[in-house]
């Protein structure tokens, strides 16, 4: 009885020193973190009932009071004609297709947070920009804050095989990967020029059969994620990558841009023929979380390409394989990752169980003409022979390579060492905004080996004198 009667006693004293909230009728101008809440672009699933109506991201409205006393405001949507906007004011959620929220109040010198949704109606058309306001009332004064949204319905795919001969060659509706799609056994997707593509985070793209993915340098088809907003357009890791399975044959990736993902283009083992499993060409790669192109006891064919700043690895080809790269640029000279490999490694480690039991052996077999492997470790090349594995051909011929540590490494697996540069600076224009293009007077210029065959580089400009790397200097 005493512990209850002692707990009263604290409330009313507490009570009683408590001062009353003091109000302000006077109109008051109140202050926002923004003038415009800009959802930039989203999608809206018009043709999708599988996973309902979407809702963007939440964005965040800081509202303060600079009066010494406090107010009361009302806030509302100014049309929301399409019931787009969703807004909750700490705590209290907007009422109606306009969104009231009456008499909010706000403390002397103190702020709240309003946060605004996007919900997109399937029935509106394929393309629109809608521009709302929010209102506010501040005992007579009233001020807006612009709402702004950019939605674009797409084509969706959503945990689906696909089966037979696929085009995808929508350019006006791209095409959005929710989970995973499979491209399945002798099955092709083919995905033209100008198509865009982005998949939902841990989405990726398994290909069991064939995907030829046939972009140009005017209009390259595009993989990302699909967070549009600016602050993830660089962001690695939005979704997982396109994945090639072991048995899959007679890839062809040209004109494609693939970035802010996890690994870049996975390839799984040696192929069923005679062909390359993946023949990749004029592609960029781009701020990959792990790996740009990673390959396991594969064959690729690569041919002017650029991959860069990747979390660990440009390139990873382990387990040996068959390798043949010409004019490629693999720079990994940015990222926010702390990285401690070499951005392009070769293993002809053999493949054991977990008893570290040899089970298979695959050969290593490469061939290195006019590339550019750069980055801002020392050392950014690395062949690991393991004793057991197999090296069967190693030509690394006119390339420029950061490294000093593996010159012994190339005499030994190359006999035109004196043509490779070995930590020359090859020039970027401007590394620091991803334009690994090369100046005129750079020590790549005019420097590649002209025995090729490739008359043009990454974006189809005429080799006349080759340089190496994927871009002939402007």
Known sequence: MKYILFLFLVFVLASSC?????????????????????????????????????KSITLRLIVTNPNESAIKTSIQMEGNQYGLFKLNADGISG???????????????DSIYIFVQTYINPDLTEKFLVA??????????????????????????????LTGNIPWNDVDKPYVIYEDILVDVGSTLTINPGVKIYSHNNSTIYVAGTIKILGTVDNPVVFQGNRLDDDYKEVPNQWNGIHILSTSVNNIISGAIIKNGFVGIRVDSLSMNLNPKLELSQTIIQDMGAVGLLCYSAHVKATNNLISNCGQYCFLGDLGGKYEFTFNTFAATGGTQARKNATFTLTNTP?????????????????????????????????????????????????????????DELLANSTNINSNQIT???????????????????????????STGISFDITNKFRSNPSIGAYEPD
């Open 18 to 54: 408590r001062k009353d909230v003091e109000f302000t009728n006077s109109p008051v101008s109140l202050t926002f973190s923004t003038d415009t809440i800009n959802f930039d672009t989203i999608f809206s699933l018009k043709d999708s009932g599988k996973i309902g109506l979407p």
């Open 95 to 109: 009422d109606g297709n306009l969104q009231k929220i009456e008499n909010i109040e706000i403390n002397g010198k």
């Open 132 to 161: 709302d306001h929010i209102l506010f009332n501040t005992n007579g004064n009233k001020q807006s804050v612009v709402a702004l949204t950019y939605s674009i319905n797409a084509n969706y795919f959503v945990s689906e095989t």
């Open 351 to 407: 493949f054991k169980d977990k008893n570290n039991n040899i089970v298979a052996v695959f050969p290593l077999s490469y061939t290195l003409i006019n590339n550019i492997i750069w980055g801002s470790n020392d050392d950014e090349i690395n062949f690991v022979r393991d004793e057991q594995g197999i090296t069967n051909t190693a030509i690394v011929k006119n390339n420029n390579i950061k490294s000093e540590l593996f010159r």
């Open 424 to 450: 020359l600076d090859p020039s970027f224009v401007d590394a620091n905004k991803k334009n690994y293009k090369i100046k005129g007077g750079s020590v790549c210029s005019g420097q590649g080996n002209k």
